[in-house]
Protein backbone atom coordinates (compact mmCIF):
# COMPACT_ATOMS: atom_id res chain seq x y z
CA UNK A 1 0.00 0.00 0.00
CA UNK A 2 1.42 3.24 -0.93
CA UNK A 3 -0.81 5.94 0.46
CA UNK A 4 -1.19 7.22 3.83
CA UNK A 5 -5.08 6.52 3.56
CA UNK A 6 -6.38 3.14 4.90
CA UNK A 7 -9.72 1.60 3.01
CA UNK A 8 -12.86 0.55 5.59
CA UNK A 9 -14.82 -2.38 4.40
CA UNK A 10 -18.22 -2.04 5.37
CA UNK A 11 -18.07 -2.80 9.09
CA UNK A 12 -14.81 -0.45 9.36
CA UNK A 13 -11.82 -2.81 9.12
CA UNK A 14 -9.08 -2.19 6.81
CA UNK A 15 -8.95 -3.81 3.49
CA UNK A 16 -4.98 -3.11 3.24
CA UNK A 17 -2.45 -1.19 5.90
CA UNK A 18 0.79 -0.86 5.78
CA UNK A 19 2.74 -2.29 8.93
CA UNK A 20 3.61 -1.15 12.47
CA UNK A 21 7.48 -1.34 11.84
CA UNK A 22 8.01 2.50 11.30
CA UNK A 23 6.41 3.24 14.75
CA UNK A 24 7.65 0.43 16.43
CA UNK A 25 11.15 1.58 15.85
CA UNK A 26 9.93 5.40 16.84
CA UNK A 27 8.56 3.85 19.72
CA UNK A 28 12.00 2.08 21.01
CA UNK A 29 13.95 5.16 20.36
CA UNK A 30 11.55 7.47 21.90
CA UNK A 31 12.48 4.95 24.88
CA UNK A 32 15.53 5.09 24.85
CA UNK A 33 15.65 8.82 24.91
CA UNK A 34 14.12 9.08 28.01
CA UNK A 35 16.53 6.53 29.31
CA UNK A 36 13.39 4.00 29.84
CA UNK A 37 13.60 0.48 31.95
CA UNK A 38 10.62 -1.19 31.77
CA UNK A 39 8.39 -2.09 29.31
CA UNK A 40 4.61 -3.76 29.89
CA UNK A 41 3.32 -5.25 26.64
CA UNK A 42 -0.25 -6.54 26.68
CA UNK A 43 -1.07 -8.80 24.13
CA UNK A 44 1.92 -10.11 22.65
CA UNK A 45 3.17 -13.01 19.94
CA UNK A 46 5.45 -13.29 17.15
CA UNK A 47 2.93 -12.92 14.22
CA UNK A 48 5.26 -11.73 11.16
CA UNK A 49 5.88 -8.16 9.64
CA UNK A 50 1.97 -7.46 9.01
CA UNK A 51 1.81 -7.34 12.83
CA UNK A 52 5.27 -5.92 13.46
CA UNK A 53 6.73 -8.17 16.38
CA UNK A 54 6.92 -5.65 18.63
CA UNK A 55 8.80 -7.54 21.96
CA UNK A 56 11.55 -8.30 18.96
CA UNK A 57 11.88 -4.39 18.54
CA UNK A 58 12.11 -3.79 22.04
CA UNK A 59 14.31 -6.63 23.11
CA UNK A 60 16.58 -5.55 20.14
CA UNK A 61 16.67 -2.02 19.73
CA UNK A 62 16.44 -1.15 23.33
CA UNK A 63 18.25 -1.06 26.57
CA UNK A 64 14.82 -1.91 28.36
CA UNK A 65 16.03 -3.86 31.59
CA UNK A 66 12.43 -5.40 31.90
CA UNK A 67 9.82 -6.23 29.15
CA UNK A 68 7.16 -8.09 30.22
CA UNK A 69 4.92 -9.66 27.64
CA UNK A 70 1.39 -10.79 28.81
CA UNK A 71 -1.55 -12.64 26.88
CA UNK A 72 -4.22 -14.97 27.59
CA UNK A 73 -3.36 -17.57 24.89
CA UNK A 74 -0.37 -20.12 25.90
CA UNK A 75 0.56 -20.29 21.62
CA UNK A 76 1.32 -16.86 21.69
CA UNK A 77 3.34 -16.78 25.57
CA UNK A 78 5.09 -20.13 23.49
CA UNK A 79 6.31 -18.28 20.29
CA UNK A 80 7.46 -15.24 22.59
CA UNK A 81 9.30 -17.49 24.88
CA UNK A 82 11.08 -19.14 21.96
CA UNK A 83 11.65 -16.38 19.63
CA UNK A 84 13.38 -14.49 22.85
CA UNK A 85 15.00 -16.98 24.79
CA UNK A 86 18.45 -15.13 24.35
CA UNK A 87 16.81 -11.82 25.71
CA UNK A 88 17.52 -11.96 29.36
CA UNK A 89 14.81 -8.62 30.07
CA UNK A 90 12.06 -10.98 28.37
CA UNK A 91 9.72 -12.33 30.92
CA UNK A 92 6.73 -13.91 29.71
CA UNK A 93 3.33 -14.37 31.48
CA UNK A 94 -0.06 -16.27 30.69
CA UNK A 95 -2.12 -13.66 32.74
CA UNK A 96 -4.75 -10.80 32.41
CA UNK A 97 -3.39 -7.73 31.43
CA UNK A 98 -5.65 -5.90 33.10
CA UNK A 99 -5.56 -7.80 36.39
CA UNK A 100 -1.75 -7.54 36.30
CA UNK A 101 -1.70 -3.65 35.86
CA UNK A 102 -3.71 -3.29 38.79
CA UNK A 103 -1.33 -5.44 41.41
CA UNK A 104 1.97 -4.51 39.69
CA UNK A 105 4.30 -2.94 41.82
CA UNK A 106 7.18 -0.66 40.30
CA UNK A 107 6.88 1.51 37.00
CA UNK A 108 6.20 1.52 33.75
CA UNK A 109 7.81 3.64 31.04
CA UNK A 110 6.73 2.41 27.99
CA UNK A 111 2.67 0.40 27.85
CA UNK A 112 2.19 -1.52 24.50
CA UNK A 113 -1.46 -2.15 24.37
CA UNK A 114 -2.44 -4.67 21.54
CA UNK A 115 -4.85 -7.07 22.79
CA UNK A 116 -8.43 -8.61 22.13
CA UNK A 117 -11.69 -8.38 24.06
CA UNK A 118 -15.28 -9.51 21.66
CA UNK A 119 -18.26 -6.98 21.49
CA UNK A 120 -21.28 -8.25 23.72
CA UNK A 121 -23.94 -8.89 21.35
CA UNK A 122 -26.11 -5.72 20.38
CA UNK A 123 -23.12 -3.54 20.94
CA UNK A 124 -21.33 -1.26 17.93
CA UNK A 125 -17.91 -3.25 17.05
CA UNK A 126 -15.06 -1.93 18.72
CA UNK A 127 -16.87 -1.04 21.79
CA UNK A 128 -15.88 -3.27 24.24
CA UNK A 129 -12.29 -2.71 22.88
CA UNK A 130 -12.16 0.96 24.11
CA UNK A 131 -13.46 0.51 27.21
CA UNK A 132 -10.90 -2.04 28.17
CA UNK A 133 -7.89 -0.16 27.19
CA UNK A 134 -9.79 2.65 29.53
CA UNK A 135 -9.59 0.32 31.90
CA UNK A 136 -6.18 -0.45 31.50
CA UNK A 137 -4.97 2.69 31.18
CA UNK A 138 -6.42 3.73 34.41
CA UNK A 139 -5.15 0.56 36.11
CA UNK A 140 -1.99 1.76 34.96
CA UNK A 141 -1.89 5.20 35.15
CA UNK A 142 -0.76 5.75 38.75
CA UNK A 143 2.83 3.60 37.84
CA UNK A 144 3.53 5.46 34.68
CA UNK A 145 6.36 6.98 34.81
CA UNK A 146 6.59 10.61 34.93
CA UNK A 147 8.63 10.52 31.73
CA UNK A 148 6.65 7.56 29.85
CA UNK A 149 5.27 6.27 26.51
CA UNK A 150 1.76 4.41 25.85
CA UNK A 151 1.38 2.86 22.38
CA UNK A 152 -2.00 1.29 20.97
CA UNK A 153 -1.48 -0.87 17.87
CA UNK A 154 -4.48 -1.14 15.24
CA UNK A 155 -5.70 2.65 15.42
CA UNK A 156 -6.79 2.79 11.93
CA UNK A 157 -10.36 1.52 12.36
CA UNK A 158 -12.96 4.08 13.04
CA UNK A 159 -14.40 4.70 16.29
CA UNK A 160 -15.22 3.69 18.67
CA UNK A 161 -12.05 1.25 18.82
CA UNK A 162 -8.77 0.64 20.89
CA UNK A 163 -7.55 4.75 21.27
CA UNK A 164 -11.01 5.92 21.32
CA UNK A 165 -11.69 6.03 25.17
CA UNK A 166 -7.97 6.18 25.85
CA UNK A 167 -6.42 9.38 23.97
CA UNK A 168 -8.96 11.77 25.48
CA UNK A 169 -8.30 10.42 29.17
CA UNK A 170 -4.34 10.62 28.83
CA UNK A 171 -4.44 13.96 27.50
CA UNK A 172 -6.08 14.79 31.02
CA UNK A 173 -3.19 13.31 32.89
CA UNK A 174 -0.26 15.63 30.64
CA UNK A 175 0.19 12.77 27.68
CA UNK A 176 0.13 14.39 24.04
CA UNK A 177 -0.81 12.63 20.87
CA UNK A 178 2.61 12.12 19.21
CA UNK A 179 1.30 10.45 16.27
CA UNK A 180 -1.72 8.32 14.92
CA UNK A 181 -2.34 6.05 12.28
CA UNK A 182 -1.52 1.92 12.37
CA UNK A 183 -0.38 3.03 16.16
CA UNK A 184 -1.00 5.72 18.18
CA UNK A 185 1.58 7.21 20.57
CA UNK A 186 0.86 9.27 23.67
CA UNK A 187 3.90 10.50 25.05
CA UNK A 188 4.43 12.71 28.35
CA UNK A 189 7.56 14.36 29.46
CA UNK A 190 6.41 16.31 32.96
Known amino acids: MNSS????????????????KDSLHKAAKLFD?????TIIEIGTGIQGEMSGNSVLVW???????KIVCLDLEQKHI????????????VETRLEDGLRFLKKFRGKIDLLYLDFWVPDKEGDVEGTARAKSYLKAFNNAI?????NSIILIDDTDHIDPWKQTL????ARKYGYEVLWVGRQTCLYRNA
Open 5 to 20: LVQLNKKGFWIERNPP
Open 33 to 37: EIEGK
Open 59 to 65: AKETNAQ
Open 78 to 89: DEVAKACKDFSA
Open 142 to 146: KKMSS
Open 166 to 169: IVPE
